[in-house]
């Protein structure tokens, strides 16, 4: 699969200043970010997506608004395509620590959606799709992509895909199966959609009642 991907949208400065972003995304070994905008180019290393997200934005001061393309589908329909809003800043959260908060939202049949901040991208992803009443056909929601719950997930950009491995079991728990782990494709974009593609409906986390 690709392991780099561009992201169009928007930079707002701590002053009010805003400008066009690029955001150039390389996940191999590692994260490379490369952020372009009207005035400057940028580049940040990290361990995970989270890691290079916060270094870049406490670097700008910044807030990012930033847009990408799901597939959705309703009920038996044929596949659509929405353009979805990504807001991501830094804050402190409840424990007083400075951390990534997000924010969905679309515009869809005439309506637009938003969904409460909040500092665990799942709840944010979770609360769009019970909005809009659909499927997301999306990384994220596939019968064979999962994530090891090891307390250090990030549920944005940690995705493994298991469409090359033969012997996939998801009714196990990740400790037991770190074999299939292995062979699987990690740090996965949410938002990725391939052929491969089998709907699965799941409940991101368990901090949101659907």
């Known amino acids: 699969m690709n392991h780099e991907k561009s992201r169009f949208g928007k930079i707002i400065y701590a002053d009010g200043q805003l400008e066009d972003a690029r955001l150039f995304v390389e996940y191999k070994d590692g994260f490379k970010f490369h952020l372009t905008t009207d005035t400057q180019i940028l580049c940040f290393e990290g361990m995970d997506y989270c890691d290079c997200m916060t270094k870049l934005l406490k670097k700008t001061n910044s807030t990012l608004?930033?847009?990408?393309?799901?597939?959705?589908r309703t009920n038996q329909a044929s596949m659509e395509k929405i353009i979805i809003e990504e807001k991501i800043f830094l804050s402190t959260d409840d424990?007083?620590?400075e951390t990534l908060f997000f924010s969905l939202g679309c515009s869809y049949k005439g309506i637009q959606y938003n969904t409460a901040v909040v500092n665990d991208f799942?709840?944010?992803?979770?609360?769009l799709r019970n909005q809009l009443h659909v499927e997301f056909h999306i990384c994220a929601y596939c019968l064979r992509s999962d994530f090891k719950?090891?307390?250090?997930?990030?549920l944005r950009h940690s995705w493994f895909c298991f469409r090359e491995v033969r012997e996939f079991n998801p009714n196990k728990p990740w400790f037991q199966r770190e074999d299939e782990f292995?062979?699987?494709?990690?740090?996965?974009?949410?938002?990725?959609?391939?052929?491969?593609f089998q709907y699965k409906f799941k409940i991101l986390t368990l901090s949101l009642v659907v």
């Not at 608004?65 to 959705?72: C, G, K, R, T, V």
């Not at 799942?122 to 609360?127: E, G, N, P, R, V």
């Not at 292995?182 to 052929?195: G, L, Q, R, S, T």
């Open 182 to 196: 292995d062979e699987a494709i990690p740090n996965v974009d949410a938002f990725y959609w391939c052929p491969a």
């Open 65 to 72: 608004l930033l847009e990408d393309a799901l597939f959705i």
């Open 122 to 127: 799942s709840i944010a992803l979770q609360d």
């Open 95 to 97: 424990l007083g620590e």
């Open 149 to 154: 719950s090891d307390g250090g997930e990030d």
